[in-house]
């Protein structure tokens, strides 16, 4: 373990952190401007280090924007104190990396970059020959959310909704099989079942005896998920449906109509764990997560300012992928998306993941024939530069996957 690292602090929080997630070393010392230094990213950061690696000491300096001279002087003290030290080269303001050229012409001073996206590493030592090599950093999605200030609630789909074995998996690719073919109208069915449901609740062992009469079409997907194991105990005469759920995940699912595509576009990914090595379904984000009830009254975010919601903001992401350390943030819309969900999807992005981050709109059915405008909503999606995975229904898993793969920020 090398001890110390030198880090110009960066608005990018993962370009902070990546001497810290290679070498866990005993210090990494920040030095930045006070506009970007700011208090909410260093605790954010803090946060991080004592859960990534708790042993290592932060240290931060604060130098002055417009003075080479003071960058030059903090600098070169850093230097002293640590004569030893790696500076990382990633981040940082323009007048702190001419004070560190200035420096480093008269001492010898090792440096790194290690590119957040692709994890390569280039050593620069003195007297010595550049040398690179490439390592898979991976952070989880619960730890992007924390270094970026916020926090994953309990309500979080992995934590409180879902639970994904092998088995439950096969159900969703089943289910999914069914809601493709029935396209719009899986929509529709599901909204019918929801609703009939909350009017003829089941008894206390979950049995459900449902009138044909208002369900009207929606009993033959009733029939079509009991004919493919999603249900139990199904029998029907003129009037009446009676079932039990197979489990409340089917329930969920049933009862919902966007969550088949979520639940679809999560298992597809997680067939290429290589690619994807960590991801969440429901992610419920508390974006001030890094404080404390008292604080949370009186520090309104910049979402909370853009949103003119309240001072406790908490949005849901329904899918986010994690591309070793640089995450994929992923709104599904079953049916229509109007001009709020890239707006959102562009917000929570941008506040928890930066320039690293990928985001794209999932949509089960083609653009063109669930939105009026179309050819507007795909102009304004390109120029936020989010992806539009749309047509979904028609596309295979491996089509599907590939798409994901290839999201870009």
């Not at 417009?66 to 230097?79: E, F, N, R, T, Y």
């Not at 390592?135 to 909704?161: A, F, M």
């Not at 917000?347 to 794209?360: E, N």
Request: charged letters at 25%; glycine letters at 6%; a neutral charge.
């Amino acid at each position: 373990m090398k001890d110390t690292y030198v880090e110009f602090f960066s608005e990018e929080a993962l370009e902070n952190v990546m001497c810290l997630l290679q070498y866990k070393p005993a210090r990494v010392v920040y030095l930045g401007y006070k506009v970007t230094m700011v208090t909410r990213k260093m605790k954010s950061l803090i946060n991080f280090a004592r859960l990534m690696s708790p042993d290592t000491v932060l240290e931060f300096i604060e130098v002055q924007r417009d003075s080479l001279d003071s960058c030059i002087a903090s600098l070169s003290d850093v230097a002293d104190r640590y004569p030893e030290a790696y500076y990382e080269l990633t981040g940082g303001g323009e007048m702190l990396l001419i004070a560190f050229g200035f420096l480093s012409a008269s001492r010898k001073l090792k440096t790194l970059r290690i590119d957040p996206y692709t994890g390569l590493e280039v050593n620069m030592l003195p007297g010595e020959k550049p040398t690179q090599h490439k390592d898979n950093l991976k952070i989880s999605v619960k730890e992007n959310i924390i270094l970026h200030g916020g926090q994953l609630t309990r309500q979080t789909g992995n934590y409180s909704t879902w639970s994904f074995t092998s088995d439950f998996k096969e159900d969703i690719r089943i289910i999914w099989d069914i809601a493709r073919k029935l396209e719009h109208r899986w929509n529709k069915y599901c909204s019918v079942i929801e609703d009939v449901i909350k009017s003829y609740p089941c008894d206390e062992t979950g049995y459900y005896i449902l009138p044909k009469s208002a369900l009207g079409e929606a009993g033959t997907l009733l029939g079509k998920l009991n004919g493919v194991g999603m249900l139990k105990d199904f029998s029907q005469d003129n009037k009446r449906i009676r079932f039990r759920f197979k489990s409340t995940s089917i329930k969920n699912i049933v009862t919902k109509t966007g969550n088949i595509l979520e639940l679809h576009v999560y298992e597809v990914a997680s067939r290429a764990p290589e690619v994807f090595t960590d991801q969440i379904i429901g992610a419920m984000i508390d974006w001030n997560g890094d404080k404390s009830e008292e604080e949370k009254q009186i520090y309104a975010s910049d979402y909370e300012k853009y949103m003119h919601s309240t001072y406790d903001t908490i949005n849901e992401i329904d899918v986010v992928l994690m591309r070793c350390s640089a995450p994929i943030f992923i709104s599904c819309k079953s049916g229509k998306a109007g001009s709020n969900a890239l707006h959102e999807l562009e917000t929570v992005t941008r506040r928890f993941g930066g320039k690293y981050a990928s985001k794209a709109l999932a949509m089960a059915m083609p653009l063109e024939s669930s939105q009026s405008g179309s050819s507007f909503f795909r102009e304004r999606a390109k120029e936020m530069h989010i992806w539009v995975i749309d047509n979904i229904y028609h596309m295979t898993d491996e089509q599907l996957l590939n798409r994901l793969i290839k999201l870009q920020p």
